[in-house]
């Protein structure tokens, strides 16, 4: 499975992207995919995760009611809504996935081992 995230760009405080994550191969439908953010000079972090069927989501608690994670299986992709962006949501934002993870619960960055390019994310204040 190759990953590819597009749709970060520059934005206001207050305003609103939409990231998408396509996937190649038809395995996509298979796997529960993650979106991570990596602020300059930070760790990265998970950022909101979807189960394989997208019934079943989770957030980090900073960005919940803010941004919505989905997944349209037939189309091969995941997008990130992102609402009410802060200036401390600036980060490279990448989404993730492997084969051994269906749920929506797996926080760790080491569980995942395929990983998108990353699209760059600036919220001006």
């Known amino acids: 499975v190759q990953l590819q995230a597009s749709g970060g760009g520059l934005v206001q405080a207050g305003g609103s992207l939409r990231l998408s994550c396509t996937a190649s191969?038809?395995?996509?439908?298979?796997?529960?995919i993650a979106w991570f953010r990596q602020a300059p000079g930070k760790e990265r972090e998970l950022v909101a995760a979807i189960s394989r069927t997208g019934g079943s989501t989770s957030y980090v608690d900073s960005v919940k009611g803010r941004f919505t994670i989905s997944r349209v299986n037939g189309a091969s992709t995941s997008y990130l809504q992102m609402n009410s962006l802060k200036p401390e949501d600036t980060a490279v934002y990448y989404c993730?996935?492997?084969?051994?993870?269906?749920?929506?619960?797996?926080?760790?960055?080491?569980?995942?081992?395929?990983w998108g390019q990353g699209t760059q994310v600036t919220v001006s204040s």
């Open positions: 993730a996935s492997d084969p051994t993870i269906i749920t929506s619960r797996v926080q760790q960055e080491v569980a995942y081992n395929y």
């Open positions: 191969g038809r395995a996509f439908v298979s796997y529960g």
